[in-house]
């Protein structure tokens, strides 16, 4: 005997059963879980960013800032031979500055004024006299940057006996704090209360000119020519792995590969803005070449049969119609290059920028240091007065990384403007 | 032939052709009924034709609409566009002889007479018989796309235009001969140049037919004259 | 080609094909197809998808050497030149035979820039001025001069679909061509655009030899005076439009333009 055959039609599915609703409600539950952890992770995340950017700001604002102290100058009566009618940077240089300076503080704070100030304190006095050459007729209040002991008594995290000149300074009533215009001007140094990152700065800007005068064009071309026109046969497909995993390679890599080529056989000046920058640009490129190929990838087939159709020639359709839609894809490519460029250290150090240059670079063969490797070394030191103006320095690198993602995250969105 | 893959199509085209067969149908039957009323002198024979073509001009009403439609909302081409044009003209045709029909059944009345004594009325059953073979074969062409049979209706027209010559003479020689029977003979000269013209239409279907069916058109056939000159 | 194309080939053709066979690496795609086009009949290439109608299209202004498996054997001649000769400048074919394409597809520019980078990059404006009257004159040719007049200078892609679709017509013809090829102009398109670029492709008949490769039955019959079936890659049947379109001798031919294909 044969079993009932199974029911050939199937009842229609009751939607309102207790069965279905506690099943739509798991759903939903579960849908709800998964947004929360999404949420959790972008918290956790902004959390992290803003624990960053608080100490961040919180260690580093104070390294803007220098205590000073105003002291009164008779400028008549020191023993400063200057003619104003006459105040050349070379009378300056020969006045004898910096003994006078060590005077009129001892004069004015004490026995021990010359040790309160800072060493580099007659800097003050001779740009005050430069500012107004006519103050050499009388006397004037000027104020001279205090030492570096001073100076972290007076942000707290000074030793006893610095806090008590300290407070007899406060209530003589002439130490204030200001703005330290020099920790934006001058270049390393070995006193924390008169060293800047303008050195490092245009170090590292003349390091991304030539990683960015290097790597785009050469990325670029090399994206084009690979999407564009090579054939697709097994070597280009090697490349094509090649590059996508120069892009993992660790970046100190780099730095061996820059030190063997530029530098032991081409012997190149090491520390120069110039092999960092090639040795930069040798990392952004397949970044850039990635961005680059798939950005042409995404431009539309139907716009290249257009150009084509039209009697375009192949470099026509590559130059004008698919270049100027693949850059806002081709811009975000090397906006992530060059900020991960900026922010290198370890290949940096390998090619030798990490010697103590005091002043900043001239051009691009001259020594130089970068931002990072500034924070590196200056994190280093000993002196304690060291610790704030690395976090300044941190704030002046975000800075600068922020002011360059703007600009190429406005000039993306002006080349999308124009093209859609 | 394939089937059309929109099915409604098919559907649409066999309702046509159906139509078509039950108004040849009809009108078949009321060209045989009028010439047995006209032979037996059955007056209720003659009054149901008349009435019965309602019912073919019903049916010629019916298949225009569907025409129209089918012409729209199908878009016909080729071989089916010929159909269906061809459809419509030979609905019109059909029409016309379902009215001769109805126009000899109308006469019978008028024909007060039995055939022994008017031997000119025995010529036209026979006469009639072969007009209703042409529309019959006629709509069988059609029924089967059959440009062949078509062309051979076509051709057996001359018998009726021989017929109708012959018949001509001898009623006019009768009507000479008899005056009294004038009237009388007048209604069968109309009768039997009824029938001649169901020929003639039977002919026109079987030319629509034969180009539905081929995309040519027959060439011009030599007609014969009904009227020979008098020696 | 056979005896009805030979009786209906044109005195003087402005393009022609014989025995052209078109390979995608080992598959062929065009098995042998011959067929004239002359600038006083517009052609019609209709046929199922698949049948190779586009491919064929894309010979005629060696479009299909853009994709790398493909090889084209046979001749094709414009003017009695051939087109697959390495004299001929591809370059240059491509603005004597222009083709428009199934999805309007204008330049990311202005309207202006659009009509204008053809004549621009191949050197057939004398300046500005001269500029400014070629865009003018495609446009006006195009259907498109009155709508778009006063905002050349806004973005072509802001434009409705029939509109970009008249921009692209008027784009070919702004490099003077002598043919011109559609690939299904109108498919992406609602009946009135349809209908106003058919009234176009009327307008331009005589001018340009004119071929478009359609779905639509009824608009190759609309459209076309000689009408090419396509079927699996050969070419089944070409004809009048009208003697296609009421009588097809082929049976392929008769089964697909009744319905009763596939």
């Keep these: 005997m044969s079993s009932a055959p199974p029911s050939a039609e199937r009842l229609p599915t009751d939607w309102k059963s ?38 961040m700001m919180g260690n580093g604002l104070r390294g803007f800032t220098r205590t000073e102290i105003a002291v009164s100058v008779d400028f008549p009566a020191s023993p400063l031979k200057l003619d104003p009618a006459a105040v050349t940077d070379r009378a300056l240089a020969e006045a004898g500055l910096p003994t006078m300076t060590g005077a009129v503080a001892e004069k004015a704070l004490g026995p021990d004024g010359d040790d309160l100030i800072a060493p580099t304190a007659w800097l003050a006095i001779r740009d005050a006299i430069k500012d107004d050459p006519t103050i050499l007729r009388r006397t004037a209040t000027i104020r001279l940057p205090a030492a570096t002991a001073i100076d972290l008594a007076n942000k707290g995290k000074g030793t006893p006996e610095a806090e008590a000149a300290v407070e007899r300074l ?36 003349l390091t991304m000119l030539v990683t960015l005068l290097l790597s785009f064009p050469i990325g670029v071309a090399t994206a084009l020519y690979l999407e564009e026109y090579a054939p697709k046969t097994w070597w280009t497909d090697i490349i094509e792995v090649s590059i996508n995993n120069l892009a993992a390679v660790p970046s100190i890599i780099f730095g061996l590969l820059g030190l063997s080529i530029f530098l032991n056989f081409l012997h190149l000046p090491r520390s120069a803005a110039l092999v960092g920058g090639m040795t930069l640009a040798l990392m952004t ?31 026509q359709v590559v130059f004008q119609h698919v270049l100027p839609l693949a850059l806002p894809g081709i ?23 990490r010697a103590f240059i005091a002043t900043p670079p001239g051009g691009v063969t001259d020594p130089a240091t970068v931002l990072p490797v500034q924070i590196f070394l200056w994190s280093d030191e000993v002196s304690k007065g060291f610790v704030e103006k690395t976090s300044a320095a941190i704030i002046v690198l975000l800075v600068f990384l922020l002011a360059m993602n703007g600009l190429a995250i406005y000039l993306r969105n002006k080349f999308e403007r124009r093209w859609s | 032939m394939a089937e059309h893959t929109i099915k409604a199509f098919d559907e649409e085209i066999d309702t046509l052709r159906g139509l078509i067969a039950e108004m040849g149908g009809r009108a078949e039957a009321a060209i045989e009924n009028a010439m047995v009323a006209l032979l037996r002198q059955d007056r209720d024979l003659a009054a149901q034709v008349v009435a019965d073509d309602k019912r073919i001009d019903a049916i010629e009403a019916e298949v225009e609409k569907l025409v129209i439609q089918v012409i729209a909302l199908r878009a016909p081409m080729a071989n089916d566009l010929r159909d269906v044009i061809a459809a419509l003209k030979i609905v019109s045709v059909v029409e016309r002889i379902g009215d001769y029909a109805k126009n000899i059944a109308k006469r019978v009345p008028m024909i007060a007479t039995n055939s022994r004594t008017m031997e000119p009325v025995s010529l036209l059953p026979s006469m009639g018989q072969v007009a209703g073979e042409m529309v019959h074969d006629a709509l069988n062409a059609f029924a089967a796309r059959d440009p062949d049979l078509a062309l051979a209706v076509v051709e057996r027209d001359t018998v009726v235009d021989d017929f109708y010559n012959s018949v001509f003479r001898t009623l006019v020689t009768f009507m000479v001969e008899n005056p009294k029977t004038i009237s009388e003979c007048a209604h069968l000269l109309f ?41 | 080609m056979t005896e009805e194309q030979k009786a209906l080939a044109p005195a003087d053709p402005k393009m022609t094909a014989r025995d052209v066979k078109v390979f995608y690496g080992p598959k062929q795609a065009i098995k042998g197809v011959s067929i004239d086009v002359d600038m006083d009949n517009v052609t019609a290439f209709i046929g199922p998808s698949g049948c190779g109608k586009s491919t064929f299209l894309r010979t005629l202004n060696r479009m299909n050497d853009t994709v790398a498996s493909a090889r084209v054997e046979g001749t094709i001649t414009l003017d009695g030149d051939d087109i697959y000769a390495p004299s001929m400048d591809v370059v240059q074919l491509r603005a004597r035979v222009g083709m428009v394409f199934q999805k309007p597809n204008p330049f990311p520019k202005s309207i202006y820039e659009n009509i204008a980078y053809g004549p621009r990059i191949h050197g057939l404006a004398a300046g500005k001025a001269d500029m400014d009257v070629i865009v003018e004159k495609s446009l006006r040719r195009a259907g498109l001069w009155e709508e778009v007049k006063d905002r050349l200078h806004d973005s072509g892609t802001a434009l409705s679909g029939g509109q970009q679709q008249r921009l692209c017509i008027g784009r070919a013809i702004a490099v003077e061509p002598e043919v011109i090829l559609m690939d299904e102009p109108c498919s992406a398109l609602d ?20 071929v478009i490769v359609t779905h639509n039955m009824q608009q190759a019959a609309r459209v076309s005076q000689r009408t090419a079936f396509f079927h699996l890659g050969e070419l089944v049947e070409y004809g009048v439009t009208s003697d296609i379109f009421t009588n097809p001798r082929q049976e392929r031919t008769k089964d697909y333009i009744t319905g009763r294909y596939g």
């Design chain 1, 18 to 55: 207790d069965a279905m609703q506690r099943r739509i409600a798991r759903r939903y539950a579960s849908e709800r879980r998964f947004k929360a952890a999404g949420l959790l992770a972008v918290l956790l995340s902004a959390a992290f960013l803003a624990f960053l950017l608080v100490t």
């Design chain 1, 170 to 205: 406060k209530q003589a009533g002439v130490l204030s704090t200001g703005f330290n215009a020099t920790f934006l001007s001058s270049s390393d140094g070995t006193d924390p209360t008169q060293v800047g990152i303008w050195g490092a700065f245009k170090g590292s800007l």
């Design chain 1, 285 to 315: 490129m397949p970044v850039i070449v990635i961005a680059g190929r798939n950005a042409i990838k995404a431009v539309p087939p139907s716009i290249r049969d257009a150009a084509l159709g039209i009697g375009a020639s192949p470099v």
């Design chain 1, 331 to 353: 811009l975000t490519g090397t906006i992530i290059g060059m900020a991960r460029a900026l922010g290198e250290t370890a290949p940096l150090l390998m090619i030798g920028m």
């Design chain 2, 191 to 231: 009768v039997a140049k009824n029938i001649e013209r169901i020929g003639d239409h039977a002919t026109n279907v079987a030319e629509m037919v034969y180009y539905a069916a081929t995309g040519q058109t027959l060439p011009d056939r030599e007609r014969r004259q009904d009227l020979q000159p008098e020696e």
């Design chain 3, 191 to 210: 009946p009135i655009a349809t209908a106003k670029i058919e009234e176009l492709i009327h307008e331009l008949r005589g001018r340009y030899a004119i």
